[in-house]
T-cell receptor, first 107, second 114 residues
Framework: SQKIEQNSEALNIQEGKTATLTCNYT??????LQWYRQDPGRGPVFLLL?????KEKRKERLKVTFDTTLKQSLFHITASQPADSATYLC??????FGTGTRLQVFP | DVKVTQSSRYLVKRTGEKVFLECVQD?????MFWYRQDPGLGLRLIYF???????EKGDIPEGYSVSREKKERFSLILESASTNQTSMYLC?????????????FGQGTRLTVV
């Protein structure tokens, strides 16, 4: 079945470092991927969209890549801050969400 | 400020009750969605709608139905609530003008069935 997989283990990093989150997809080829941020008890909020013909997209401290050979997207937060602590969700077309990865940035 | 509003943040219902979860969006979006979110399982799509009076089953429609009589409102109905429907329910909307348009989510309804 078509799937999007994210690392279910929490990612803990120190403030100022770059956080890198992974999204792998199987059994289909999404035309685009989106990344969302979700804080506890809230609905997800859209961050970035990357299409299959784009290698990389940036927005302020955020960068996302799309590698159709590896069937993978990487989401980077540079100069991470404690306020970046949240769960980050990957979403592909065909209405498929990944399970999300919780990021914890500590001072 | 664009908005998707869900009628309740927290709801406690008894087993066997008929439960209505309401969602309203003010962005004139064509698409509306209902998801449930459970720890370790992520967001799972229950039902979605691309237009008024249209509905499509998602991955887990059993035990649920929906209604979309007006463009701005999408209702999720639990016909006979059961304890395994205790969950966080999230409504979302998006425009279908262009591909990959972002989804806007409501604040969620935490439903507990006792």
């Amino acid at each position: 079945s078509q799937k999007i997989e994210q690392n279910s283990e929490a990612l803990n990093i120190q403030e100022g470092k770059t956080a890198t989150l992974t999204c792998n997809y199987t059994n289909y080829s999404p035309a685009y991927l989106q990344w969302y941020r979700q804080d506890p008890g809230r609905g997800p909020v859209f961050l970035l969209l990357i299409r299959e013909n784009e290698k990389e997209k940036r927005k302020e401290r955020l960068k996302v890549t799309f590698d159709t050979t590896l069937k993978q997207s990487l989401f980077h937060i540079t100069a991470s801050q404690p306020a970046d602590s949240a769960t980050y969700l990957c979403y592909g077309d065909k209405l498929i969400f990944g399970t999300g990865t919780r990021l914890q940035v500590f001072p | 400020d664009v908005k998707v509003t869900q009628s309740s943040r927290y709801l406690v219902k008894r087993t066997g009750e008929k439960v209505f979860l309401e969602c309203v969006q003010d962005m004139d979006h064509e698409n509306m969605f209902w998801y449930r979110q459970d720890p370790g399982l992520g967001l799972r799509l229950i039902y979605f709608s691309y237009d008024v009076k249209m509905k499509e089953k998602g991955d887990i429609p059993e035990g649920y139905s929906v209604s979309r009589e007006k463009k701005e409102r999408f209702s999720l109905i639990l016909e006979s609530a059961s304890t395994n429907q205790t969950s966080m329910y999230l409504c979302a909307s998006s425009s279908h003008r262009g591909t990959g348009t972002e989804a806007f989510f409501g604040q969620g309804t935490r439903l507990t069935v006792v």
